[in-house]
């Protein structure tokens, strides 16, 4: 290669700004949550969302469009703001209407050009994110559920995928589940004693991205959307009999009101909670 030019000095105006948005359910049907990224601690700046209606007075309605920004409130009084995004709410729980939801688990991250890879084996993950993008008016809620970034401890591999998904988790509820390549290590609980996660141990999902969970550290949840609940269930954490995550695989499966929410999802990264031959000593399907 040639030398032919050298650019001025290049700087972030602030690089500490609060960026790259994840939308996700709260704990009940009618509430939206926003996780971000931002260089500020909380001993720093307070963190804070600005909403409201496009064009409205801040009051809550189904099918609704909203705007938001992320803020920081410094403790000398001034503010630094994030760009303005945009969501739109869903219908009301049990809405007779039409959804379109997104699932697919093992996606991983790449780049376009390879400079700041340091294993690229998921480039056609480039290829789902166009998917999605041009597809993204057509799209109400993602499901990745598990095996998200193949990270696997290189934590600045998490805010170069957070920055691929941007112009989908920004927009729409983009809710994830845990899979080995997130939890599985030696000795932290994890059900499959493998070196999968690099030893991430599940920190990293679950402080990157909100889920409605009870414990956050199970990682297991159930979310109501319009006319489906979707109840999602951690495959590296103990699923057997009369264990705490098989009681909440029954209370979710029989709980749901199936004339108001016709469909019922269960969902799981992994197929080795259907059979694990000698590990479980029976097969379970």
């Given amino acids: 290669p040639k030398l032919v030019a050298v650019s001025n000095m290049v700087a972030f105006v602030n690089p500490n700004a609060p960026v790259y948005p994840r939308l996700a359910q709260g704990k ?43 803020g920081h409130s410094f403790f000398n009084g001034t503010f630094i703001w994030s760009q303005e995004y945009w969501f739109r709410a869903s219908p009301y729980l049990g809405q007779n209407s039409l959804q379109h939801v997104i699932i697919f688990g093992d996606m991983g991250k790449g780049e376009a050009d390879g400079s700041f890879e340091f294993e690229d084996f998921q480039p056609a993950s480039l290829n ?55 939890c599985d290590w030696p000795g932290t609980g994890s059900f499959y004693q493998n070196m999968d996660s690099g030893g991430e141990c599940g920190v990293l999902a679950e402080n990157k991205f909100y889920v409605p969970a009870e414990n956050r550290a199970n990682f297991w949840y159930s979310t109501d959307y319009v006319m489906f609940q979707f109840c999602l269930a951690h495959t590296e954490l103990n699923w057997r009999g009369r264990s705490e995550q098989y009681k909440f695989i029954e209370n979710c499966l029989a709980s749901v009101d199936r004339q108001r929410q016709p469909w019922l999802i269960f969902l799981a990264q992994s197929t080795r909670l259907f059979f694990c031959g000698l590990l479980c000593g029976r097969r379970v399907i």
Wanted: aromatic content about 12%.
């Fill in 128 to 182: 789902t994110t166009k998917q999605l993008i041009e597809d993204l008016n057509d799209i109400d809620i993602v499901f990745h559920i598990g095996d998200i970034v193949y990270a696997m401890g290189y934590i600045a591999q998490w805010d170069q995928f957070i920055a691929q998904i941007e112009p989908i988790a920004s927009t729409k509820p983009y809710m994830i589940g845990s899979g080995n390549h997130e």
């Fill in 28 to 70: 009940v049907g009618n509430e939206m949550t926003v996780t971000w990224t931002s260089g500020y601690g909380i001993d720093e700046a307070e963190p804070f969302v600005e909403w409201g209606p496009k064009g409205g007075a801040q009051v809550r309605s189904p099918t609704g469009a909203y705007t938001y920004k992320l």
